[in-house]
């Protein structure tokens, strides 16, 4: 079965098995193969499926698919085959293909503190992996999308309370005097 090992610019490594036909591919939470980098777009492209080769076909990203330094709409893959999606590295690894060192770690839960370099992830539609339930790629590991939770900073929230207030008192009193000078 073709595999995908993708690394992202700050050495992440994904490794996705394909089985399926046509899977999509990009950052957003609706892709086939979720690809957690700010380079690749929401909705980046498709892979297509043909035996052991793959063929990429770009949705017009904006950072765009490239095979051999050049940026292409389509190409097709071949196992061992090396492309850039977005700023993304990926090589298609097939079944006479060695692959790159393999991921050992990669069916084991990040626990909090923990770091790691690498991590495969991706929804059970397009790939096989176990230990991982529902969740596509662990959210600590995604970059430049999503909702960015903020804690409230109560003091911040009392002064900004404290200045409306005094803008209203302020207000107020300039319409009162308007209104005595009369």
Same mark, same amino acid.
């Given at each position: 079965?073709?595999? #995908? ?17 046509? *899977?999509? $591919? ?32 770009? #949705? ?6 490239? $095979? ?33 060192? *393999? ?33 596509p790629c662990p959210v600590r590991l995604r970059k430049g999308f999503g909702p960015k939770v903020k804690k409230k900073d109560k003091v911040a929230s009392l002064f900004i309370m404290i200045g409306l207030i005094s803008l209203l008192v302020c207000a107020g009193a300039m319409f009162l005097i308007s209104v005595m000078?009369?």
């Amino acid at each position: 079965m073709p595999k #995908l090992q993708l690394t992202t610019p700050d050495g992440t490594k994904l490794e996705f098995e394909l089985t399926v036909d046509r *899977a999509t $591919v990009g950052r957003a939470e609706g892709n086939d193969i979720v690809v957690p980098d700010s380079s690749v777009s929401s909705h980046h492209g498709e892979i297509l499926l043909m035996g052991n080769d793959i063929e990429l076909v770009d #949705l017009g990203s904006t950072n765009g698919t490239h $095979v051999g330094g050049e940026r292409l709409d389509r190409a097709t893959i071949k196992p061992g085959g090396k492309f850039k999606i977005g700023s993304v590295e990926g090589i298609l690894v097939g079944g006479d293909v060695t692959p790159e060192p *393999a991921v050992e770690e990669s069916s084991k839960i990040l626990e909090e503190g923990e770091s790691q370099s690498s991590w495969t992830c991706a929804p059970a539609a397009a790939v096989v992996i176990t230990g991982f339930g529902a969740t596509p790629c662990p959210v600590r590991l995604r970059k430049g999308f999503g909702p960015k939770v903020k804690k409230k900073d109560k003091v911040a929230s009392l002064f900004i309370m404290i200045g409306l207030i005094s803008l209203l008192v302020c207000a107020g009193a300039m319409f009162l005097i308007s209104v005595m000078g009369s």
